[in-house]
């Protein structure tokens, strides 16, 4: 059993369209001991983020009903005390813009691997900050 797991647990909001790969990343994250809630749509995190705590969203830049960055920019609109992460398959200035605008914490870009996506919710686990930093 991991000892490790329940100290760095962070609950993270893992939005992704694509059934597979949402499937993996949110196995990985279980498996290294975080809690991970999976939906498939901007408006179904905005509700996921009503009903429970997070401490990390991570939505890809492309959903099916709204753009990763308008959800980042409705996740910090809610006054939510929690982190915001971008998947991209891109790489441009303009989302590097985006993203900057919509105080985006991170920007991972490709290639997404579990091992990635599961060091980025450690890393951004509560626990983690730094006093003084929000």
Do not use: F
Not at 14 to 30: F, H, K, M, S
Not at 50 to 74: C, F, K
Not at 88 to 95: I, P
């Amino acid at each position: 059993m991991d000892t490790k797991g329940p100290q760095r647990a962070s609950r993270v909001l893992l939005v992704e369209r694509d059934p597979q790969l949402g499937a993996l990343l949110e196995r990985a994250l279980r498996r290294d001991g975080h809690a991970p809630i999976r939906v498939d749509s901007g408006v179904d995190a905005l509700l996921a983020m009503r009903e429970h705590t997070v401490h990390l969203v991570i939505a890809e830049l492309e959903l099916r009903d709204m753009s990763g960055v308008d959800l980042m920019r409705a996740v910090r609109r809610s006054g939510r005390d929690c982190r915001v992460a971008l998947l991209s398959q891109e790489d441009s200035d303009v989302l590097q813009r985006e993203a900057t605008d919509a105080a985006v914490d991170a920007l991972l870009q490709a290639p997404i691997s579990p091992g990635r996506v599961c060091a980025l919710a450690t890393l951004h686990h509560p626990k983690a900050r730094k006093v003084g930093d929000a």
